[in-house]
């Protein structure tokens, strides 16, 4: 297989991975917090170090467009959020790890990433749906739980990248 | 392939990261809510930005707003107020809990629902809907 097909299967298989993951989590009925943990954004972390920016970028808008119409919500509020705290949360995190490694780790990336995507939630919710300032109330809330999901995604992100990329490699050679 | 899992690798800076987005949400629980809120007797109900009904929290009030994705049941219990069901796919507002003459803030964003407590009527009347 050359370069290049390799590279459009394992974008293929990071873009049916992450729109799994979205959707399950979607579906799974998740009462005893305000937040989800967004496992997605693992495949997010993972695309970005493994392919780079534009690949982490189409990989999440991919998913949140398939995830949309496999749950039946493109064009809903959900989805409006979605949306933004996903093009919010891969700008921030190609930014984070712009400085390299020895800066932010995939840890570090993962938790500025979280933050960004339920910032960018909140803003999205602020000017398109509610515009009340009782949204900023969920402010404490949101970055909590973005240090929490964040440090679980980053993690598990890390995992994903030693395993994928030794996959990799060994796939090249 | 290596089976076992990587050595977790974090930074000094991912540590400074999470001390700081702690210590901003901190901070925000003692700063938002005294710049967003204030206790009062009366609760109002909005939906798409729109006032749709208002309550003195002193009278039991079961009420429905119809949504975007529809009815949420708002629910004024001795002297505290809850959202009892929504259409909305997480249930997030049901689980929000309850506030009273504390002031506080109940939101459905899916459903564009905000309930949140407000001081007394200025004409006068005990309760309005539309």
């Known amino acids: ?173 | 392939m290596r089976l076992l899992p990587p050595p977790l690798r974090i930074t000094f800076f991912d540590i400074l990261l999470i001390i700081v987005t702690v210590g901003i949400a901190a901070a925000s629980f003692s700063v938002t809510p005294s710049m967003t809120l204030s206790g009062g007797r009366h609760v109002e109900i909005y939906c798409a930005n729109r006032l749709e009904a208002r309550y003195p929290l002193d009278q039991d009030v079961t009420t429905k707003i119809v949504g975007p994705l529809g009815p949420t049941v708002v629910r004024i219990k001795n002297g505290r107020v809850s959202i009892a069901a929504s259409p909305c796919p997480n249930k997030r507002c049901m689980h929000s809990g309850d506030f009273g003459a504390e002031g506080g803030a109940l939101l459905c964003i899916p459903n564009q629902v905000i309930v949140r407590s407000a001081h007394s009527v200025p004409d006068g009347l005990d309760g309005m809907s539309r």
């Open chain 1, 1 to 173: 297989m050359n370069a290049g097909m390799h590279r459009t299967a394992g974008l293929a298989l990071l873009l049916a991975l992450a729109v799994i993951v979205h959707t399950v989590e979607a579906l799974t009925p998740f009462t005893a917090a305000w937040f989800r943990f967004g496992f997605a954004n693992i495949i997010t972390v993972a695309t970005l170090y493994l392919y780079g920016f534009k690949d982490a970028f189409f990989v999440t808008i991919g998913r949140i467009l398939l995830g949309a119409l496999a749950l039946g919500a493109l064009g809903s509020p959900g989805f409006v959020l979605s949306l933004s705290g996903g093009i919010l949360s891969v700008l921030v995190m190609r930014v984070a790890m712009a400085p390299g490694p020895r800066v932010f780790s995939e840890i570090g990336v993962s938790i500025a990433g979280a933050a960004a995507h339920n910032m960018g939630q909140l803003m999205a919710a602020y000017f398109v749906l509610i515009k009340s300032d009782a949204v900023f109330l969920l402010v404490p809330w949101m970055l909590l739980g973005a240090v929490v999901t964040g440090m679980l995604n980053g993690v598990a992100a890390q995992a994903l990248i030693a395993r994928f990329g030794a996959h990799e490699a060994t796939v090249i050679e």
